[in-house]
T-cell receptor, first 113, second 113 residues
Framework: EADIYQTPRYLVIGTGKKITLECSQT?????MYWYQQDPGMELHLIHYSYGVNSTEKGDLSSESTVSRIRTEHFPLTLESARPSHTSQYLC????????????FGSGTRLTVV | AQSVTQLGSHVSVSEGALVLLRCNYSSSVPPYLFWYVQYPNQGLQLLLK??????LVKGINGFEAEFKKSETSFHLTKPSAHMSDAAEYFCAVMPPGGFKTIFGAGTRLFVKA
């Protein structure tokens, strides 16, 4: 079944640790996105990718980095986690420019203590 | 710049009552518009989309939305609320050139028995 998967679903980690949030999709979509979601706030785009070897920063400044070595895989890395990184991170993908909407993963809820 | 405003962070209705969730956008040209639903601990799921084919758009689960250019609105409605409709709803806008989608802050819908 075509879908988009995020792991882990929940993560509690100490300050200063390096973490990677995984995102994989089986739909062959070229476009992929990472959004940050906080309660009562708009979803903020932090990274996006047009395709393999293409990554761009989004509208919200983020200390995270991403890579796109394979079409299906779009991991997000925090080199040194801080409490301010506590949030929900949503990965999404779209066909073409996204006119048919996005397909979202279930999200990773990150807590940095 | 594109933006989207959802009026009311919380809406409460009785089961069987009309559901009306409001969304206004700002754009110099009609954009692509979307409504997404998010159930607890899940990612966003596309409810419906407006892509200029018809002003009244029908989506899943009995929801529909009407695009009104003169009011720059794209309100979401459902004639009769069901308990299973309790969730958070996000309005989103994408510029005509496509690609980056901007999300509203969301409206949490409560359904009372």
């Amino acid at each position: 079944e075509a879908d988009i998967y995020q792991t882990p679903r929940y993560l509690v980690i100490g300050t200063g640790k390096k973490i990677t949030l995984e995102c994989s999709q089986t739909m062959g979509h070229d476009k992929m996105y990472w959004y940050q979601q906080d309660p009562g706030m708009e979803l903020h785009l932090i990274h996006y990718s047009y395709g393999v070897n293409s990554t761009e920063k989004g509208d919200l400044s983020s200390e995270s980095t991403v890579s796109r070595i394979r079409t299906e895989h779009f991991p997000l890395t925090l080199e040194s986690a801080r409490p301010s990184h506590t949030s929900q991170y949503l990965c999404a993908s779209s066909e073409d420019q996204g006119y048919d909407g996005y397909t979202f993963g279930s999200g990773t809820r990150l807590t940095v203590v | 710049a594109q933006s989207v405003t959802q009026l009311g962070s919380h809406v409460s209705v009785s089961e069987g009552a009309l559901v009306l969730l409001r969304c206004n956008y700002s754009s110099s040209v009609p954009p692509y518009l979307f409504w997404y639903v998010q159930y607890p601990n899940q990612g966003l799921q596309l409810l419906l989309k407006y892509t200029s084919a018809a002003t009244l758009v029908k989506g899943i689960n009995g929801f529909e939305a009407e695009f009104k250019k003169s009011e720059t609105s794209f309100h979401l409605t459902k004639p009769s609320a069901h308990m299973s409709d309790a969730a958070e709803y996000f309005c989103a806008v994408m510029p005509p050139g496509g690609f980056k989608t901007i999300f509203g802050a969301g409206t949490r819908l409560f359904v009372k028995a």
